[in-house]
C-alpha cells in the first residue's frame, strides 16, 4: 500500500483526535515524548512499540535518554505525515 500524505484538513482533524502529540511543521511529522520511572521502563515501552510498528511495517524516528523516550512519527515514501503516522500514534496511546 503506497501511503498518500495529509492534506491540511485531513491533517487538523487526524491532529483533533491525538491531543497529546505535537505536530512539527518542518518536518511534516508528529512528535510525542514519554517519561518513565526508569530507564527499564522506557526501554520496555520501546520493545512494545517496535512490535507494533513492526506489525505496521511502518517504523519511528525515537531517541532514548535514560528514563525518557521521544517518538517522531512521518512517512517517508509521502514526504510528510500520512495515515500511517496516525494510525501507529493511535496504537502507541494504547499503550500508555
Request: no cysteine; net charge negative; hydrophobic share 45%.
Amino acid at each position: 500500500m503506497t501511503a498518500k500524505r495529509l492534506d491540511p484538513p485531513e491533517r487538523e482533524t487526524a491532529l483533533a483526535s491525538l491531543p497529546a502529540w505535537r505536530y512539527d511543521s518542518g518536518r511534516d511529522a508528529i512528535v510525542r515524548d514519554f517519561s518513565f520511572a526508569d530507564f527499564v521502563g522506557a526501554f520496555g515501552f520501546m520493545a512494545k512499540v517496535a512490535l507494533l510498528a513492526e506489525r505496521a511495517n511502518h517504523h519511528p524516528e525515537w531517541s532514548n535518554i535514560y528514563a525518557n523516550v521521544s517518538i517522531l512519527l512521518t512517512t517517508h515514501s509521502a514526504n510528510g505525515l500520512s495515515e500511517l503516522d496516525i494510525a501507529l500514534a493511535r496504537e502507541i496511546d494504547r499503550l500508555i
